[in-house]
């Protein structure tokens, strides 16, 4: 494995990179593995088909601000992977008719090249910068060149999700949401992801907005009473639209109903109002008269 720890690598390869060498046709070099990290939060993966192949095509395109950590592993799909070495470059979109310079090149912070083949590169925008659309671009001798753009923004405030416990089916997930803004949630949609694919989940959770007494802490409640919440764990994902906020990942895990039955007399004098088990409603909601009080 060969590493490379350098904050003037990108510079480096500026110099030797122009776009005749990067005409080479064969092999496909794909992304296998794409990553954001902000400060001390967890690692979270980000689909691949974030990083897209046309400039204006900025629809769900993968947002990374100065805070933000960026790690994308590449491998080419060839078997003779032995003694290639794989350039990278990341820079801002040029202008028609403008040239490449030294301002417009992001820095890289870390590139690492496994013997499988496999070459991960980590950087973050630099903060004298212009936010905009940029391009990162890989190529090997005989390979066809990876070429997907990415988009840099100003820092939002990002908030944190807390780990949500085991669930029973037919209960709610909850999560809290620390840090939370009325902006992040306005930009911000929460998806089911299954095989890489977003799957929205529109009526089935709601954000109930900070109290008094936690005024930063909002409360994340997913339904666990559609189709698609069946027992196993799943994967979540708020994601931004039109606002660059980095994508936040997290599982659930529904397990099977609960089984306990209770019923609860808040006052016996005031035998027309009881509280039951969640286990219960549908017996209840079946054949309300089995709770008739004669």
């Given at each position: ?152 923004v100003t820092d939002q405030i990002q908030p944190t999700l807390t780990n949500a416990s085991d669930t029973p089916k037919k209960q709610d997930i909850v999560v809290n949401i620390n840090g939370y803004t009325q902006a992040w949630k306005k930009e911000n949609t929460l998806y089911r992801v299954v095989n890489n694919e977003l799957k929205p989940i529109p009526e089935d959770y709601t954000i109930i907005e900070p109290t008094e007494s936690t005024p930063n802490i909002a409360t994340l409640k997913i339904k666990t ?70």
């Amino acid at each position: 494995m060969k590493k490379i720890l350098s904050g003037i690598l990108a510079l480096t390869l500026a110099g030797a990179l122009t776009m005749p060498a990067f005409a080479a046709e064969g092999a496909a070099i794909t992304a296998m593995n794409v990553t954001t990290k902000v400060g001390t939060d967890p690692e979270a993966t980000v689909a691949p088909e974030s990083l897209k192949e046309n400039a204006a095509d900025e629809e769900n395109m993968l947002r990374i601000s100065p805070a933000t950590l960026l790690k994308i592993t590449l491998k080419l799909e060839d078997d003779s992977t032995a003694n290639r070495s794989m350039t990278f470059i990341a820079n801002q979109k040029l202008a028609e008719g403008e040239s490449m310079s030294g301002d417009k090149i992001q820095f890289i912070d870390e590139k690492v090249t496994a013997d499988d083949g496999t070459v991960t590169i980590q950087f973050r925008p630099r903060l004298n910068q212009s936010v905009g659309i940029y391009n990162m671009r890989a190529n090997t001798k005989g390979a066809t060149m990876f070429s997907k753009f990415y988009k840099t923004v100003t820092d939002q405030i990002q908030p944190t999700l807390t780990n949500a416990s085991d669930t029973p089916k037919k209960q709610d997930i909850v999560v809290n949401i620390n840090g939370y803004t009325q902006a992040w949630k306005k930009e911000n949609t929460l998806y089911r992801v299954v095989n890489n694919e977003l799957k929205p989940i529109p009526e089935d959770y709601t954000i109930i907005e900070p109290t008094e007494s936690t005024p930063n802490i909002a409360t994340l409640k997913i339904k666990t009473t559609s189709e698609w919440a069946t027992q196993a764990t799943h994967t979540f994902r708020f994601v931004s639209t039109n606002v660059a906020y980095n994508p936040i990942t997290f599982t659930a895990k529904i397990t099977e109903p609960e089984k306990t039955r209770i019923v609860k007399i808040k006052n016996t004098l005031k035998l027309s109002e009881m509280e039951v088990s969640e286990s219960l409603r549908d017996y209840i909601e079946s054949k309300p008269e089995r709770f008739t009080i004669v």
